[in-house]
T-cell receptor, first 114, second 109 residues
Framework: GAVVSQHPSRVICKSGTSVKIECRSL??????MFWYRQFPKQSLMLMAT?????????EQGVEKDKFLINHASLTLSTLTVTSAHPEDSSFYIC??????????FGQGTRLTVV | DQQVKQNSPSLSVQEGRISILNCDYT??????FLWYKKYPAEGPTFLIS?????DKNEDGRFTVFLNKSAKHLSLHIVPSQPGDSAVYFC????????FGAGTRLTVKP
């Protein structure tokens, strides 16, 4: 099956710094990628929908200036957490969509802000 | 490593009948399990969850069963409706979340 690679799998950063998370579709072209955040023992929360070549669509309550999403190519979308704070510590996961039907998830990124 | 497995890529059932979607996991540290439903061109949406301290959770037509000794969970949809046709993902959670590959359910009128 199709593979989505998310990197890094774990990152620890200092408060105030920025962290970039990459989501790559390795063997297919993903026109749409979704970014999610998950708090412990809760379901995924959709943060934004990323379409190649256009601005991301953010869900209500998600700060677009804090969570920068770039979908520069059909195989790569990035999420940058800017000026990270401890409350941004969470599990972030992307999914990439093939021909608008299938969804393939990345492995997820555990972000810890200290 | 595939810690969560959905071995059936597709399932087809008749409207009104029961749909049973299965999921197996290998990590005994998972303590929370979820099912997601996904329509084409949309992101997955949360459907139902179960904690490892339970063996059953019911919400309307949807019931999730957990068999910890077998490391197996299943989602039952009764009665199945054509609008249930979608891809269903199971997910297991300890500190991180792991997804199965999904099962495409088709409910025929």
């Amino acid at each position: 099956g199709a593979v989505v690679s998310q990197h890094p799998s774990r990152v620890i950063c200092k408060s105030g710094t920025s962290v970039k998370i990459e989501c790559r579709s390795l063997d297919f072209q993903a026109t749409t990628m979704f970014w999610y955040r998950q708090f412990p023992k809760q379901s995924l929360m959709l943060m934004a929908t990323s379409n190649e070549g256009s601005k991301a669509t953010y869900e209500q309550g998600v700060e677009k200036d804090k969570f920068l999403i770039n979908h520069a190519s059909l195989t790569l979308s990035t999420l940058t957490v800017t000026s990270a704070h401890p409350e941004d510590s969470s599990f972030y996961i992307c999914s990439a969509h093939l021909r608008g039907t299938e969804a393939f998830f990345g492995q997820g990124t555990r972000l810890t802000v200290v | 490593d595939q810690q969560v497995k959905q071995n059936s890529p597709s399932l087809s059932v008749q409207e009104g009948r029961i749909s049973i979607l299965n999921c197996d996991y290998t990590n005994s540290m998972f303590d929370y399990f979820l099912w997601y439903k996904k329509y084409p061109a949309e992101g997955p949406t949360f459907l139902i969850s179960i904690s490892s301290i339970k063996d059953k959770n019911e919400d309307g037509r949807f019931t999730v069963f957990l068999n910890k000794s077998a490391k197996h969970l299943s989602l039952h949809i009764v009665p199945s409706q054509p609008g249930d046709s979608a891809v269903y993902f199971c997910a297991a959670n300890d500190n991180d979340m792991r997804f199965g590959a999904g099962t495409r359910l088709t409910v025929k009128p």
